[in-house]
């Protein structure tokens, strides 16, 4: 005997075998035992959840031997050749093959004659979208008015391209996506049943590569017990998907917590390693994120077939709730992005960079993972001569296109001071401007050098000049206007690293470094801490002692 594939085999018989759409069955039940039935139905859907599958058992309802019901015997001779696809009264019909208006135009003439052997002719018509139009009108007469003994059931993936005049003589069901948990429940049912070996990892894996679709996953299930030998193993399993070890996205993660850059390279080459899907993986990191956001914001919430559990709640409370926000956007843009990369390593890892680059709460780089004590106070900047300024402009950002602006000021707080040639504080404007994320990491990178009417210039080195872009700008123009109460331009200009050497991204790490000396002086000087190093040789790990915020005393 020939060997019948899973998802032939495992093919629903009745409406009780089906996984999921409970929503249809019961309207479709309801229908049936009150004997209330339309005459013409469409399922909706993507491939695999089902519709095909509805139809057939509808079909057995209908024209079942032992009576019409919801639940068919299964065993009489209408429902054996429906099960076997060779029931005279159920015409199956394949509209993607056939388009034509000739092909409706048999399926017209045939509807008038009584069905040969069943109470009902049923006409099942798969992926109904892809009829022409004219076939759509040939059609419609019919589908409105059809013969007592004939019912039509339609399915189609894309609806939107049916015309409204049959979807309004139509009942409609959509049938939902698939959850992981119900497909990975009836693959543990299956290979129950088949007395076939698995791994829990294994059916995750599969069940997350199903993207929804039953019909995908038990043919990716039969793919796996052939490349496993007869068993299913996680690591064949994410060898066969190209994918990657939910421990390696995890410590991806714990990377980025870390604000290591060099662990987190070495993540990324021992992922490449295994040749994997990297949209996939960034499909895992957002995942992942996903389940620690729960973790953080819903209390009681605890993931459920992580296999790593323990990892994620600590990881849950080593990443700020805005940073997984950022992370997860990152990853998803990322995900859309990984086509326009030179390669797709390429575009994985620049993803993966730029959460390390990026954190919505303030401007400084995210490897420096503590907060900086704040800046000593230090007297304004004077602002340099136009002729230096004018020298540095010669790679300048392209001026803006962008209308005037109007001269009506809005209303602005207390005010900003200002320095001997009127500039504002640079390091003030920007926190009375609320700039975060992207906005501050430019803003907290550049120098206010000049004022040139409406217009504010700052400088930035070559390697920030790429943040320098719309619409960025233009909403930084709109808050550092209503920061100051009058309207404004920004125009950024290239600059020599000295010559951006105090930004308030650089004071502020300059202030990190000295707080975190101090820490590590205080804690050297510390009597207990040198008698421990005289008596027992211990000795301090510089990296385990940290300042603490607004002083320069150590934790």
Known sequence: MSYQVLARKWRPRKFAEL???????????????????HHAYLFTGTRGVGKTTIARIFAKSLNCERGQSADPCGECAVCTAVDEGRFVDLLEIDAAS????????????????????????????DEVHMLSKNAFNALLKTLEEPPPHVKFLLATTDPQKLPVTVLSRCLKFNLKRLLPEQISGQMRHILGAE???YDDGAIGELARAADGSLRDGLSLLDQAIAYGGGALHAEDVRNMLGSVARGQVLGVLDALAAGDGERLLAECTQIA??????????????????????????????????????????????????????YYQIATAGRRDLALAPDARTGFEMALLRMLAFRPGDGVPAARTERPAPAPSRPAAPAPARPAAA??????????????????????????????HGLPDWETLIERAGLRGPFGLLAQNAVLRERDGQTLVLALQPAHMSLAVEPMVSQMEERIGQALGERIRLR?????????????AARAAQAHDAAQAAAERAIEGDPLVQSLKREFGARVLPQSVKPRDNESGAV
């Open 492 to 504: 950024f200009v290239n600059a020599s690293q000295a010559a951006v050497a105090q930004t308030p």
């Open 98 to 125: 056939n388009t034509g208006v000739d092909d409706v135009r048999e399926v017209i003439e045939n509807a008038q004659y009584a069905p040969s052997r069943g109470r009902f002719k049923v006409y099942l018509v």
């Open 391 to 420: 020298a540095e402009r010669q790679h300048e950002s392209p001026p803006s296109s962008r209308a005037a602006p109007a001269p009506t000021p809005t209303v602005a707080a207390a005010p900003i001071s200002r320095d001997e």
């Open 273 to 326: 390693s295994y040749s994997p899907d990297f949209g996939g993986v960034l499909d895992d990191i957002a995942s992942v994120l996903h389940r620690l956001q729960l973790i953080q914001l819903i209390p009681g919430y605890r993931p459920e077939d992580d296999g790593g559990d323990d990892a994620l709640l600590a990881l849950a409370g080593r990443i700020a709730p805005e940073d997984v926000q950022l």
């Open 19 to 37: 996984v999921g759409q409970e929503h249809v069955v019961r309207a479709l039940t309801n229908a049936l035992d009150t004997g209330r039935m």
């Open 195 to 197: 007395n076939i070996a």
